[in-house]
């Protein structure tokens, strides 16, 4: 087990090297997201042991699980699933310290009351939904711009950038497309100039597809399977409020 995580880790880095030499992009641009649903702590230890430090769940209750056998090993943790309102407590409970599905603002609202009450900030990331399918999360590219005005009025909420899940297809320029459009998003975002925003941070691309994001701007690749083996769990384990649930990082 051990020597098929890191050898896999050592694949996926030199795929992302060789991606950003294509690119003409440092190769410290690009951050190695651990997507970990599904992996077990242990297989998480081994990867945080190798020297990687970023990990990220999409179920607060596996966040939960997980929690204390990972705590003592340096590392920091995203969420990156679908946050239902009544789940802010334990995200900000379990060191979460970005959430990449900030989509709405019922969830920003209540994010930040529970931050003031506790006297903290965290970073967010607006996800947005750049292929418009239904099955998946995420504010309207058209409707990115106004969110992300109303969510940076609340000083508790550090906006870092843009997520998106992309489009799951072999067609790598269909895929691209919808890179582009956060890329371009983020563009404007930029020139719109909003007080409490950043757009240093896009998170796209995943295990199939992580050299043609990083071609078009991304400083964070989420990958799971490609370092941790097939998930064996039904797809209905990612649904959550009937859409699927970042399936097939």
Same mark, same amino acid.
């Given at each position: ?33 651990l997507?970990?649903?599904?992996? #077990?702590?242990? /297989?998480?230890?081994?990867a945080?042991?190798?020297? !990687?430090? *970023?990990? &990220? =769940?999409n179920?607060?209750? @596996? ?26 407590k ?10 990449? #599905?900030?989509? /709405? ?7 930040? !009351?529970? *931050?003031? &009450? =506790?006297?903290?900030?965290? @970073? ?49 320029e !269909? ?32 295990s ?27 797809d ?5 409020e ?8």
């Open positions: 087990m051990k020597e098929d995580i890191l050898h896999n880790l050592e694949i996926i880095n030199n795929r992302i090297k060789k991606a950003c030499e294509k690119a003409g992009r440092n190769y410290h641009e690009v951050k190695l997201l997507a970990t649903k599904t992996v #077990s702590a242990e /297989r998480i230890k081994i945080l042991e190798s020297g !990687q430090i *970023l990990i &990220a =769940e179920k607060v209750q @596996e966040l939960k699980e997980k929690y204390e056998d990972l705590k003592d090993i340096p590392h920091e943790n995203h969420f990156i699933g679908h946050l239902q309102t009544n789940k802010i334990d995200i900000l409970k379990y060191d979460v310290s970005c959430i990449q #599905s900030l989509d /709405r603002l019922e969830l920003a609202e209540k994010l930040h !009351q529970k *931050l003031l &009450a =506790e006297n903290r900030t965290i @970073e967010v990331l607006i996800q947005v939904n750049t292929s418009n399918e239904e099955s998946k999360f995420g504010v309207d590219p058209d409707k990115a711009i106004e969110l992300i005005k109303k969510v940076s009025e609340f000083s508790t909420l550090k906006i870092k950038g843009l997520m998106t899940i992309g489009l799951f297809s072999a067609e790598t !269909q895929v691209r497309s919808f890179f582009k459009i956060l890329k371009n998003l983020q563009q404007k975002i930029i020139q719109e100039n909003i007080p409490n925003v950043e757009m240093n941070e896009l998170s796209m691309g995943m199939g597809d992580l050299e043609t994001a990083i071609e078009e701007g991304s400083t964070i690749v989420r990958v799971g399977t490609a370092i941790f083996g097939e998930r064996i769990y039904p209905n384990y990612y649904w959550d009937g859409k699927i649930e970042n399936k097939g990082i």
